[in-house]
């Protein structure tokens, strides 16, 4: 204990004295999980296996068997993740936390590092000893590979686990050759977030396989149900840009990947039965305390909730109600276009209101062009797994599901361009003392703004986040409604997006000769929006081309992987299981029964 204070204090005082660095959450949860496992090992039974070793390692399994009443293979695997997210969730809020208010880290294994790739470490152990015990009690699931028994649902857990673990690594070669880039998409974060994100997908196959029928028996449910939220949360993963406060990228990607979440939630209808998409809601709530639990509200940057999905669950379960789920194909398009209503008027309520960088008039065309159609598209993606889910194989025609797959990748490709349009500002700083300024700014063309997505100043890594929107005063002059922080670490810009256009004029920033920065000082001037990466990236360098092209390949690749082993994997099962459900599929009994 000595030790872990020690290291607590000298994090503390490597990261800025805050909360975010503490040690003391992380070691509470990895003591939590580390117990956990030595208590398994300590009450489970060596079973009946020849091999002396292999009776060991199959004391834990057996243990988790009689806890969750699924077989060993699949406890392992389903109990081992849902550790490795409560940990590297934990991990990645405070590091996205800790980088929005302080800037960049002094170390790599800072508190928030360590326990990201703990319990990114986690979920790829937990596939490779699922397989491993599959092996051992020569379970009667999956494929042979080298003589080895793999369940078909630990293939994406295992693509899963094994991409976001190469992630931690990766990008710290990434940081060493082109600096340091403060943002979440960045493609060896993403390989992290996506591999975590998903895995609750994969488990949610593992149930599947492992034949534990969401209605058989109450801890089932609980296992569905924990599961199927952890799933669809891991959809909305990357909106931490927006929760946060620093999109970096375009606006346009929130409501898109918020109607993805919510289509998705026809998979927990068609699964747990009726009410539970409202229920799925209800512990997605409480699983976000868990984080303001252990900070105890310490954090210096105040998150908003990117998405309510309560429009998209009540529009779902009106859908069920009215039309029915036998006819799986129809309940899933009128679900999606439910979604793409209701849902998206409640999101859009929602996030008009709260947001960080509200939602406005601006975004319609293309949220009726881009996100609503991925609602719908999610939807019949969703209601093919729910197929699965439920060990029916004709549920949804395959057409029907590489289609919208198709239509989710064109959604997500849409907004990726940011381009710079010739607009300027002439910025006038009026500082309000105690290091605070108002920013008047007139543009050229006046009209530049006037379709914006958002037109902010914008300050943060000085200890936290600000953001005050310019008020238009008429003929392109503007004026921040709210002073905003302009000196000691605070990084100041105007940020300007309007379409694919996202551009910045910086107001003021800090000299950093780590990387050979001037400071930029705080002063009236008149210049030209640039890209708003030159500023908000202001540590990267420019590195070799090569590795940034092979990361971005492994990216596409392993996301290619993952799909397949989802499609593969979600047929077999469904084949394997499919005469448990005849009577199902006749609507003698409800669907997972």
């Not at 800037?103 to 596939?127: K, N």
């Not at 020569?138 to 094994?162: K, M």
């Not at 931690?168 to 060896?188: C, K, N, R």
């Not at 989802?566 to 047929?571: G, L, T």
Request: with cysteine; proline share 5%; aromatic share 8%.
């Amino acid at each position: 204990m000595g030790v872990a204070l020690f290291v607590a204090e000298s994090s503390s005082e490597i990261m800025g004295g805050s909360a975010l660095a503490s040690w003391r959450p992380v070691v509470i949860l990895l003591g939590i999980v580390g117990g956990i496992m030595v208590l398994l090992w300590a009450r489970g039974e060596a079973g009946d296996h020849d091999n002396a070793l292999a009776r060991f390692l199959l004391r834990g399994p057996g243990a988790l068997a009689r806890v969750t009443g699924l077989p060993a293979w699949a406890a392992v695997a389903v109990v081992g993740t849902f550790g490795g997210l409560l940990v590297a969730g934990y991990g990645f809020y405070t590091d996205v936390a800790y980088h929005v208010a302080y800037g960049r880290d002094e170390t790599l294994f800072t508190a928030p590092h360590t326990a990201i790739f703990v319990g990114l470490c986690l979920i790829a152990a937990s596939s490779f000893l699922g397989i491993a015990t599959a092996h051992l009690e020569r379970a009667d699931v999956g494929v042979r590979l080298s003589g080895i028994r793999v369940p078909w649902s630990l293939l994406p857990l295992t693509v899963l686990g094994t991409s976001a673990v190469l992630g931690f690594p990766i990008d710290e070669l990434w940081h060493a050759q082109y600096g340091v880039d403060v943002t979440m998409w960045s493609p060896p974060h993403m390989l992290m977030i996506m591999g975590a994100a998903m895995s609750g997908t994969a488990v949610w196959l593992v149930l599947a396989e492992a034949g534990a029928a969401a209605h058989e028996s109450k801890r089932n449910l609980a296992l569905h149900a924990i599961t199927a939220t952890l799933a669809i949360q891991g959809l909305a993963a990357p909106l931490g840009e927006f929760s946060f406060g620093v999109p970096q990228f375009q606006q346009l990607y929130h409501p898109v990947i918020v109607m993805i979440g919510g289509g998705a939630l026809v998979a927990a209808r068609l699964v747990l039965g009726r009410g539970w998409t409202l229920g799925v809601l209800v512990i997605s709530f409480a699983l976000s305390q868990i984080d303001a639990l252990l900070l105890a509200d310490s954090s210096p940057v105040a998150t908003v909730e990117p998405m309510l999905w309560l429009g998209s669950a009540v529009a779902i379960e009106l859908v069920a109600l009215v039309f029915g789920t036998d006819r799986v194909l129809r309940f899933a398009v009128v679900s999606g276009l439910g979604v793409a209503t209701v849902g998206l008027a409640t999101e859009w309520w929602w996030n008009s209101t709260y947001a960080w960088q509200p939602w406005t008039t601006s975004l319609l065309p293309e949220v009726l062009l881009v996100a609503a159609p991925a609602a719908v598209a999610m939807a019949v993606v969703a209601a093919g797994f729910g197929g699965a889910l439920t060990w029916r194989r004709d549920l949804v025609p395959a057409p029907a599901i590489l289609g919208g797959l198709v239509v989710i990748f064109v959604a997500l490709a849409v907004p990726l361009p940011r381009t710079v349009s010739e607009v300027a500002a002439a910025v006038t700083v009026h500082e309000q003392g105690e290091g605070l300024a108002t920013i008047e700014a007139r543009l050229d063309p006046p009209d530049a703004a006037e379709d914006a997505r958002w037109f902010i100043a914008a300050a943060w890594q000085g200890g936290g986040n600000q953001v005050s929107d310019m008020r238009h005063l008429g003929n392109g002059h503007y004026v921040s409604e709210e002073p905003i922080e302009v000196d000691g670490g605070w990084k100041s810009m105007l940020r300007l997006h309007v379409g694919s256009d996202m551009m910045a004029v910086p107001l003021r920033m800090p000299a950093d000769p780590e990387f050979g920065l001037d400071a930029i000082p705080l002063e009236d001037r008149t210049q030209p929006f640039e890209s708003e990466r030159h500023y908000l990236l202001r540590e990267t360098t420019d590195g070799p081309q090569g590795l940034a092209i092979a990361v971005r390949l492994l990216y596409a690749a392993l996301t290619v992987a993952f799909l397949a082993a989802m499609i593969v994997a979600s047929r077999r099962v469904a084949m394997a299981r499919a005469p448990v459900t005849d009577e199902a599929r006749r609507g003698e009994v409800p669907a997972g029964v």
